[in-house]
């Protein structure tokens, strides 16, 4: 595992044209994940700068985002907070809707995941448009949470989505 940079990471990650709409570039991170070394660089990647930080849970965004908030939670020994998709969550919830850079959603969050103050790392696997993660970020504003940091694998910088994050702390492993 040691060692994986992000050029490897970007080398591996599949780009798919016209998926799942014309015009739409997908980055295909599962050939990442289907290679145990570059998987657990990149959850590294991602946790390592937090180990020792007081970090209550790390929160993932469906679907993507649990796979590498979930590890990074095993990672930094602390909590996995689920950001579903509308519908999912049986417990009472806080809904946000936003726009996606393909579609309209609405994600949804239990309103007692965390304690108010609780100190939380958020993680998606890409930043496009910005709209689902600052989604989440409202979330988890809503339930008291403080935003250590807003991470991702993949960032694509052409579509300005941090301007949607600003005031929080953003890091993304490799930019497009
Ligand atoms: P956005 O709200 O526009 O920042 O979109 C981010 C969310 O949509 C993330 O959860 C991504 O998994 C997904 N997504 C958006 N654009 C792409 C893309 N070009 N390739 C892969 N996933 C994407």
Do not use: C
């Not at 469906?62 to 590890?71: C, P, T, V």
């Not at 809904?95 to 304690?115: F, K, N, P, S, W």
């Not at 409202?138 to 250590?148: E, K, N, P, S």
């Amino acid at each position: 595992m040691g060692g994986v940079g992000a050029d490897e990471l970007r080398a591996a990650i599949r780009n798919v044209p016209d998926f799942p709409k014309p015009g739409i570039q997908f980055k295909d991170i599962t050939p990442v994940l289907g290679n145990a070394r570059l998987f657990a660089g990149a959850v590294e990647l991602l946790a390592a700068p937090h180990e020792g930080a007081r970090i209550d849970a790390v929160a993932g965004i469906d679907a993507r985002g649990f796979i590498f908030a979930a590890a990074a939670a095993q990672r930094l020994h602390t909590a996995f907070i689920p950001i579903r998709k509308k519908g999912k969550l049986p417990h009472t919830t806080f809904e946000e809707r936003y726009q996606l850079e393909y579609g309209e959603a609405t994600i949804a969050l239990h309103v007692d995941a965390l304690a108010p103050g609780a100190r939380v790392l958020l993680l998606d696997d890409l930043l496009a448009t910005g709209g689902t993660a600052a989604a989440a970020a409202a979330l988890l504003r809503r339930i008291g949470a403080q935003m250590v940091e807003v991470g991702f694998l993949v960032e694509l910088g052409f579509l300005n989505g941090r301007q949607k994050l600003a005031g929080l702390p953003i890091r993304s492993i490799l930019t497009y």
